[in-house]
Each structure stands twice: as C-alpha cells, then as structure tokens.
C-alpha cells in the first residue's frame, strides 16, 4: 500500500481531500486538512475526542459543507458532482437509524431502491450477504427484535449491497461479540483485497494496528502523523505499539503514566 500522500498513480486516489477547513464562528474544527487515500487501501483514522475525525468524515461523506477546501471521491468533485460521489460511496455511522417495522430483507431492498441497484442484482447480492453475516435465518423478521450485533449486520449488508467502491466506517465493532467484530473484519479484508477502498475511524488500536495499511492521527482539527507503521514508529522515537505513538504523538503519555501508576 501507498505509505505517502504522493505515491499513487494518477487517477488512483479514491478520497482526496485538499486543505479542508471548517469553522464553527471563531471555532475551526478543521484546519487545512489534506488527505489522500488509494484504491483497495485500508486508513485508519484516529484521534482524540473532539479532534476533527467525525467533522472530516460528514465533510467527505457529503453531509456537511466545508468552509473552503475541496474534497473528491473517486475523481467526483462533492461540491459540483455530489450524486456521482454518493453513488458509489457507503457510509456507516456508529449508531445508524433504521427502521425498525421492516424485515432485514425488506431494509436491504429499500437501500438498495436509493442507489437505484437492478432489483436482481440487489437480489442476489443480499441473499449472498445474509449468509456471509449468518444472518439469513432472521431475515424476515422485523428489526425491532434484533439484538445490536444483528442491527450492525443489517446495516453492513445494507451498505454492501450496491457493491460501493469506497466506504466509511465510524468505530464499526463497538458493541459486537469477538465473533462478529472477526467476522468484520474479514469482511473489510476481503472488500480491499477486491479494490474498495476503507475509510476506518476508530478508538480500538488493536483493530487499528493491526487491519489498516496506513494510519493518519489528527489532533486540533490537524492532520498530526500519516503513514505505516513502520513510518509512525520513526516518527515516535522508540515506542513499537500504536498505543504508545498515539498517546506520545498527541500529548497522552502523562496521561498513559497516571493509570499505570493507580493500576
């Protein structure tokens, strides 16, 4: 995977994002964010509370406008070409609404109708991706009875289903037993070894570590660090785990210091 933001062949960024500011009055929530990511590339994106992550994300989804800056998904400009960049983009909050007097099957086809997906097509699909997420047994029962890990799988299978080439995940296991978050993440493994592009935001470093090709840490609305591992271990003196880069790189080690010290 690329390890920089100049590596990739032109017209293989599949989210750019170029000096991106958004002000809030005399608040900035981003402050000249630059991003690029690759086809079938894995990001992690972290950073503390507050730091920018979910103001980056509704920016690059096309849910909030930045103050200035632009901002490109698969070459669609969402300023100018929002409808191309949605098409072929999914974006999976960490707590998404659905509608719970549908069945699983039902919710499926309707997601699919919105990113206008041939109904054999969307037919096929779902069915393949209820059985992928062991969820075919349930799926015509009515959301309101599904537990939180099966509501997660719906909305995966939701977001899979017009086979999008990029897509944003925000903390995507929180709340999953160890089986479904493997289960998971196999998935997104799978997606990226086929081309898709993943954009993960999350606050499990191990999930972090171990799945992304590269890691952007932002802090204050700033891009602080991008790269491999291998890249942010060169940046963070001789700390080896991402816990210990993150915390030194953002100012959370005095911090990491006091919970060992009351442990």
Known sequence: MNSTNEAAPDGDWMIEATDLVKRYGTFEALNGMTLRIGRGEIFGFLGPNGAGKTTTIRILTG???????SARIGGHDLATDPLAARAIMSFIPDTPYLYEKLTAREYIHFVAGLYKTPPEVATRRMEELLEVFELADRADDLI???SHGMRQKTVMIAALVHDPQVLFLDEPTVGLDPRSAKLMRDVYRQLAARGATIFLSTHILEIAERMCDRIGIVQNGKL????TMDELRQLAAQNTSLEDIFLELTGGAAFAEIARVLA
């Open 63 to 69: 849910l909030l406008q930045p103050t200035s800056g």
């Open 144 to 146: 309101e009875g599904y």
């Open 224 to 227: 602080i660090a991008l790269g």
